[in-house]
Antibody, heavy 115, light 112 residues
């Protein structure tokens, strides 16, 4: 069955960096677009970024453009999100999700940006 | 950006009774390929979101048939024919026609 497992979250100071990972299994990862979605505490869902199956097409939300970088390693069935210059408003649970239709989601990893 | 507006934001429902959630987009969601990329998600308390409906009216595998989606253009609806206790949670519509996709604010369904 499809499994998406995020890791790498934690507490970081404003201006700091974190790298999130998402390990995929149960499907042919290299065939699928992948996305990062986030949810601030008690708030709704925000699409952060997505990457095409080959990595050639990438989109970012305006709120993270220039600070976050999405990437993937199809040989390792893994998706990444490098987050730099973190701000308090980036505090959220970050989910990875498969395909442009978001048919499968991971359990999420919590990122807290606070001094 | 395409703005997705859901109503109501809170929906108290009696067990066994129907429920309906509206979702309106600020632009047409019909893509150039003729498809309409409007999905519905359920997020139960403490859980990750789960997709229920894709492309307006297609139920995902394992989704009970009491859930149905309809609509076209800019107006869409999620209906639950008879609410069960396990349906408690927040429901989101999402458009994937105009990139980057956007979500509605969410509708909280609770039992009266």
């Amino acid at each position: 069955q499809v499994q998406l497992v995020e890791s790498g979250g934690g507490l970081v100071k404003p201006g700091g960096s974190l790298r999130l990972s998402c390990a995929a299994s149960g499907f042919t990862f290299s065939d699928y677009y992948m996305s990062w979605i986030r949810q601030a505490p008690g708030k709704g869902l925000e699409w952060v970024s997505y990457i095409s199956s080959s990595g050639s097409t990438i989109y970012y939300a305006d709120s993270v453009k220039g600070r976050f970088t999405i990437s993937r390693d199809n040989a390792k069935n893994s998706l990444y999100l490098q987050m730099n210059s973190l701000r308090a408003e980036d505090t959220a649970v970050y989910y990875c999700a498969s395909s442009t239709g978001l048919d499968y989601w991971g359990q999420g990893t919590l990122v807290t940006v606070s001094s | 950006d395409v703005v997705m507006t859901q109503s109501p934001l809170s929906l108290p429902v009696t067990l066994g009774q129907p429920a309906s959630i509206s979702c309106r987009s600020s632009q047409s969601l019909v893509y150039s390929d003729g498809n309409t990329y409007l999905n519905w998600f359920q997020q139960r308390p403490g859980q990750s979101p789960r997709r229920l409906i894709y492309k307006v009216s297609n139920r995902d595998s394992g989704v009970p048939d009491r859930f149905s989606g309809s609509g076209s253009g800019t107006d869409f609806t999620l209906k639950i024919s008879r609410v069960e206790a396990e349906d408690v949670g927040v429901y989101y519509c999402m458009q994937g026609t105009h990139w980057l996709g956007t979500f509605g604010q969410g509708t909280k369904v609770e039992i009266k």
